[in-house]
């Protein structure tokens, strides 16, 4: 079973429609979570942090669920900039006092159409 | 500021020939480093992460090794490439751990590797 799994992709949606990214991870240790995004050909930069009790910002609402190890990103009324690939990601926390690892699903692909 | 620099943007190699990718942190001191590879249209696999000079851990055998000579400066090495090493190669730090403390990772701009 892969550490992070994501929804395969990829999404097609009209603007300003409603989309929801869900992710599951398989370690229980796993402390801290976020929401990456990589527009085509370039680096993943952060969407946004994910904590426990759920976080929005602006058009963006993440959600944590620890009893079922699962992760979703909420995105409503889409934009064409919106079009991008989603990365969940989970740290994988540390080893005898050793930093944590990020570990990246493999990611879903949006496209928000006109 | 930090800023991550990671160098070449692009390289062409033969099978065979050997590869030496150097990332390079500034502003910041005793980072968490971290290489990732990236097959066209798939995510991002750990290759290998670091939590000090001379300390590496593997996350996936292959013919890849990683090396830290310095507090922030990571290199990624092969002495013979194959094909399927092909790729977009990226590098990342973290601010070293603390408990309790939730940190993002930073990723340099990306090697795209074609291993002709």
């Known amino acids: 079973r892969k550490e992070v799994e994501q929804d395969p992709g990829p999404f097609n949606v009209p603007e300003g429609a409603t989309v929801a990214f869900n992710c599951t991870y398989s370690?229980?240790?796993?402390?801290?979570f976020f929401w990456y995004r990589q527009d085509c050909r370039k680096e993943p930069k952060l969407l946004m942090s994910?904590?426990?009790s759920g976080n929005e910002d602006g058009r963006f609402t993440a959600q944590l669920n620890r009893a079922s190890q699962y992760i979703s990103l909420l995105i409503r009324d889409s934009k064409l900039s919106d079009s991008a690939t989603y990365l969940c990601?989970?740290?994988?926390?540390?080893?005898?006092?050793?930093?944590?690892?990020?570990?990246f699903g493999q990611g879903t692909e949006l496209s928000v159409k006109p | 500021s930090q800023t991550i620099h990671q160098w070449p943007a692009t390289l062409v190699q033969p099978v065979g020939s050997p590869l030496s990718l150097e990332c390079t942190v500034e502003?910041?001191?005793?980072?968490?480093l971290y290489w990732y590879r990236q097959a066209a249209g798939r995510g991002l696999q750990l290759l290998f992460y670091?939590?000090?000079?001379?300390?590496i851990s593997s996350e996936v055998p292959q013919n890849l090794s990683a090396s830290r000579p310095q507090d922030r400066q990571f290199i990624l090495s092969s002495k013979k490439l194959l094909l399927s090493d092909s790729g977009f190669y990226l590098c990342?730090?973290?601010?070293?751990?603390?408990?309790?403390?939730?940190?993002?990772?930073?990723f340099g701009q990306g090697t795209r590797l074609t291993v002709v």
């Open positions: 990342a730090w973290r601010p070293t751990y603390r408990v309790g403390v939730n940190t993002e990772a930073f």
């Open positions: 370690n229980s240790a796993s402390q801290s």
């Open positions: 994910v904590y426990s």
């Open positions: 990601v989970v740290n994988i926390p540390p080893f005898y006092n050793q930093g944590g690892k990020l570990i």
């Open positions: 502003g910041t001191s005793n980072p968490n």
């Open positions: 670091s939590v000090g000079i001379g300390q």
